[in-house]
């Protein structure tokens, strides 16, 4: 389709040369309860912006993989970790928390840049500017494909919808009951989604900002009553009066451009910096390149998958072709206690159960192959911070 195309020559244009994700929209919090990470777990994780690897880190995992085909995204986890070996504290909270340096270019040339990989060296000698402090955007989160519809969202609420009080009241609220009665009493809700903003939320050019292809949104507009618009409706209303917003630190980033030290990622916590520091760094390793590509190199094998959700920007292939790669990969390289996780837009992950794989030579079914969690996954969903996926999806991946 003449419309399919063009959306996918926009997201690429879109995506081509930045980085995409200034932070991870995946809540850790519930991945280290379904992971049960060891220190004999070895981990890969699609990198997106890096928190979550470093937060399976500091989980206990033994070693994490972070693979992305984006290397952009490595450099950025690649400059965290060189900052948590190399900055003292309170210059590393004020890069990665507040989200910009007031000395970036000395910080950077003295001890960032000598450490730091020669592929990623080159990428920060011209992008140095997304920590800069100057300019209307002021810090990292409002940087980037990502960062660019967050700081739109904030200039929208800001001068159109006038409704910053009413948000910052919402951060500072201390219940989830105030929380609902502000969103109640000002009305949010109308504020909000005006006209405009429900049309521009039904464009694949705005999607595209956050990372949401068209085969994503087709999964959706197909699954969901209302289409997108009014499952981010439902989602945004969720988070604002459902769910604690004075530990959600992906909301307060996305809505203030920072991060506060009561509300952070764990890695930015000073005790967790400090065991970063101390060695658990050299636990992470970054590798540019297809999970199917990684697997199919390295040679150990893996005891933890987290997927994310990039299944869904598969599922336009009718023969799933690419599909069944990864996830044949995923099955040659498996440990014999590997455990799974992914998420979708759809309401069910569990697309994939129809998939053939390949087991000592053997033709096998993915679904028979994978033993569900459902019961916990549907618990630890329904308590996700982030709360912008339809299914949150743990398996236990059987190959004898």
Known sequence: MVAERLSKRWFQFVHGRNIVYNQCWEDPRLDRVALELQPSDRVVVITSAGCNALDYILAGAGHVHAVDMNPRQNALLELKLAAARFLDYEDYWQLLGRGS??????LYT?????????????????????FSPHGRRKSFYFRGTSGT???????????MARKRDSINA????TSVDQQRDI???YKLAEALWKPFIRWAMRRDVTLSLLGVPRAQRKQIDDGYPGGILQFVMDRVETVFTRLPLKDNYFWRVYLTGEYTPE???????????ERLRQGLADHVTTHTNSVVGFLQQHEQPITRFI????????????SMRM????????????????????????LSGEFINPLRVEVDGKPRILGDMLNYHREQAAELHAKDRVHTYGSFCIADLRTT
């Open 183 to 185: 969103f109640q009493q």
């Open 149 to 159: 519809f967050a700081w739109l969202v904030n200039s929208y609420v800001n001068r």
């Open 323 to 346: 599909l069944t790669q990864e996830w044949q990969a995923i099955v040659d390289r498996a440990a014999p206690t590997a455990r799974v996780l992914w998420r979708s837009a759809g």
């Open 170 to 173: 919402l951060l500072a609220a």
């Open 110 to 130: 003295q001890k960032l840049r000598p450490n730091l990989p020669a592929d990623v060296r080159v990428f920060w000698d011209r992008k140095g500017g997304l």
């Open 101 to 106: 340096h007031s000395d970036w270019s000395s």
């Open 263 to 273: 509300c952070c990622p764990e890695y930015l916590k000073p005790e967790n910096y």
């Open 307 to 318: 997927l994310l959700d990039h299944m869904d920007w598969m599922t336009r292939d009718p």
